[in-house]
């Protein structure tokens, strides 16, 4: 792992609060009728927990599940190969799925899994991501909810990592290398 700090703050706790509340908004408003949440493991969790409690304000009761993929190793770039360690255990047949990850980058994870769960019958496969780092594509793939955008910087906090590390920050904060 590289020498690097953590120190400089992106996005606050609060920032993201309102964000999520509002994300959450827009998705409810589109009311989808048989609706599975659907994270992608590690990095989502602490936005999909949010999530979660927020359509308690809606009164919406989602299914939820999870799929773990392979991950970055303990690199900063990614290898735009995808692989499936653990795949998802709920019906989704005819379901509304909301697929959610923490970042968007190249686009590889999201392009990959939503064509996964497409084929396993799902009506409808929506994507949200809180954070979306656009210059970064090197597919053609945007978010149906993307929270904020980053520029091509490294990030962590509020579930995203550098080598297992921070996902418990409650901010989005910038790494800086300082080698
Ligand atoms: P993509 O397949 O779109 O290139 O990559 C998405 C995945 O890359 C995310 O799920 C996330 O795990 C990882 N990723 C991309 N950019 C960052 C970043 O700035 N910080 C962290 N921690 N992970 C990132
Ligand atoms: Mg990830």
């Known amino acids: 792992m590289r020498a690097h700090d953590v120190k400089e703050i992106l996005i606050d706790k609060a920032t993201i609060a309102r964000r999520v509340d509002g994300l959450v908004d827009d998705i409810a408003a589109e009311s989808p009728g048989n609706l599975v949440v659907v994270g992608i493991l590690k990095g989502s969790f602490m936005f999909l927990a949010d999530l979660m409690r927020s359509f308690y304000r809606h009164d919406v009761h989602p299914r939820i599940d999870f799929l773990t993929l ?22 989704i047949v005819g379901a509304d799925v909301l697929l959610v990850d923490d970042i968007l980058d190249t ?73």
């Open 70 to 91: 392979s991950s970055y190793g303990s690199g900063t770039s990614s290898s735009g190969k995808v692989e499936i360690i653990h795949d998802i255990r709920e019906e």
């Open 107 to 179: 686009g590889h994870t999201l392009a990959f899994t939503k064509k996964l769960l497409s084929g396993y019958g799902a009506r409808s496969v929506r994507t949200c991501v809180l954070l979306d780092k656009k210059a970064h594509r090197t597919i053609e793939f945007e978010a149906d909810y993307a929270g904020f955008l980053v520029d091509d910087h490294f990030v962590v906090g509020y579930g995203l990592d550098y080598n297992n590390l921070y996902r418990e920050l409650p901010h989005i904060a910038k790494v800086r290398f300082l080698d």
